[in-house]
């Protein structure tokens, strides 16, 4: 089942922060969204990986001597619990597996996984590109590198079964950033712009979520970089987007 969002705003800005305009082939879907909560946001989080869990927004945070791994109270922004990572490390995507979390670095080809409840490191692993995002669908673990290519990889030991190129109407979606899976389908920040794809297993682009003008630079006293986090509450049916460097994160009701 696709899900689509509704819209409750029409703001327009131009592309800031190093942020692109996309260019879309014709017959996919472009979706926008109903915003229903705005919760705070830490400023100085330079967001790579999102994703919900029991109440909490837990968060993987970049740049060389300020990557993290956090588990976020949504209501108020609080960081209850916090890890940092090794300096020579630019933290990138997590996911939730099993109770454990993986966390992706970006050129290091290292990976880690820890436990849920005390971030305590239980191994690591390697990969042969660079690492970006990362969800899992309930079977295998699903990897970006920032290209137009998607990893499905055995949890168990993380060796590959299979990839898959993406596409939109057979024109490569490149830049393919942090991810979340959603009833089936891949939902992929793309770097550099305000869309989020909707992705089918088999890598066709079958959707576009447009965010731009959600959040602009001058609403946070800091500025803000680019769009990048999504995190989905299967419960209420809900969906979490933030950025790097946003002040704030935003409740987007998902219908169907």
Not at 13 to 25: A, M
Not at 130 to 150: A, P, Q
Request: net charge negative.
């Amino acid at each position: 089942m696709l899900l689509a969002l509704n819209l409750t705003f029409s703001c327009s800005r131009s592309n800031g922060s190093g942020n692109q305009d996309l260019e879309l082939p014709d017959q996919i879907p472009v979706y926008t969204p109903e915003i229903y909560n705005t919760f705070t946001h830490d400023a100085d989080a330079f967001t790579q990986g999102l994703f919900y869990s029991n109440g909490f927004i837990y968060e993987s945070t970049g740049k060389y001597g300020e990557s993290s791994l956090r588990k976020v109270e949504i209501e108020s922004g609080t960081v209850i619990k916090k890890k940092d990572l090794s300096p020579e490390y630019f933290g990138e995507g997590i996911t939730l597996c099993n109770d454990k979390i993986i966390q992706l670095t970006w050129v290091s080809k290292k990976g880690f996984v820890y436990d849920k409840e005390s971030f305590e490191l239980i191994r690591e692993f390697d990969y042969s590109t660079e690492g970006w995002g990362i969800t899992y669908d309930g079977e295998h673990l699903i990897m970006s590198d920032g290209t137009d290519i998607l990893y499905f990889l055995d949890p168990a030991d993380f060796s590959r079964i299979r990839k898959v190129d993406v596409s939109a109407n057979g024109k490569a979606v490149t830049r393919l950033n942090e991810l979340e899976y959603i009833n089936g389908k891949i939902y992929a920040n793309v770097w550099q712009t305000d869309r989020i794809a909707i992705i089918q297993p088999d890598g066709q682009v079958i959707g576009w979520i447009d965010l731009k003008g959600i959040l602009l630079p001058e609403d946070c006293p800091k500025g803000i970089d680019i769009l990048n986090g999504i995190a989905y509450d299967a419960e209420e049916n809900k969906m979490y987007v933030t950025g790097k460097y946003w002040c704030k994160i935003f409740e987007l009701k998902v219908v169907p």
